[in-house]
């Protein structure tokens, strides 16, 4: 997958305050009922972060946050068949999630390459699945409430300052863990859940910061 990555950070009075907004597409690969590869994907996440300062390392800028974050991630496997028969539909994920992490970077006054990163545990609030089963004969459309879960996200990299920007250069790994979703009846009083599942996200990202 590829795709940008928006953030605008105020500190003051070692306050610190964020904004992001992620948004990414591509392919991904489907293992559960059988196997399907090259499914289309796309991904957008926006959070809002606060927290503080850490003197933790006299040589770098320590922030620790908490926030609130929207996730919506849609697979679209309309019309695929698995490997083992089984029909493919499209999923519609929503997640709300409270992050909370630390991350790193060294001071702007240091003009050499130094280490940046983030580790972060994303605390699950409340997710809806919508699954466009209607495109299956004899099924229906169906929304499934999920309430039960867990995330976590770190990255290490390298970061250089320049004068009035800064350069970064960090790969990433990102985890989602979702139980069972709660039971919810179809039309013909069927029960359908959306079983356990997770997704994982390696990758390496380039951005450039203007200060």
Do not use: C
């Not at 090259?38 to 927290?51: A, K, M």
């Not at 003009?111 to 699945?129: A, C, Q, V």
């Amino acid at each position: 997958m590829s795709g940008f990555h928006g953030r605008y950070a105020y500190i003051s009075h070692e306050r610190f305050r964020a904004i992001e907004v992620h948004y990414s597409t591509g392919f991904v690969d489907y293992q559960g009922s059988g196997t399907i590869e090259n499914i289309p994907d796309t991904l957008l996440e926006v959070r809002g972060l606060f927290g503080g300062k850490a003197d933790i390392n006299p040589t770098y800028d320590t922030f620790v946050y908490i926030g609130i974050g929207y996730r919506n991630l849609n697979d679209d496997m309309s019309g695929r068949v698995s490997s083992t028969s089984a029909l493919g539909y499209e999923r519609d994920q929503t997640y709300i999630y409270m992050p909370i992490g630390l991350e790193f970077q060294p001071k702007q006054i240091d003009r050499r390459w130094g280490l940046s990163g983030r580790i972060e545990y994303d605390l699950f609030l409340s997710g809806t699945n919508h699954s466009y089963l209607g495109e299956i004969s004899g099924y229906d459309d169906i929304t499934l409430h999920q309430n039960s879960g867990y995330g976590y996200r770190v990255s290490l990299g390298l970061t250089r300052h320049f004068q009035n920007a800064s350069v970064s250069v960090e790969p990433f790994y990102r985890y989602w863990y979702l139980d069972d979703s709660m039971v919810t009846y179809d039309s013909k009083n069927e029960p359908r859940i959306e079983p356990y599942n997770n997704s994982k996200e390696l990758g390496i990202s380039f951005s450039v910061t203007f200060h």
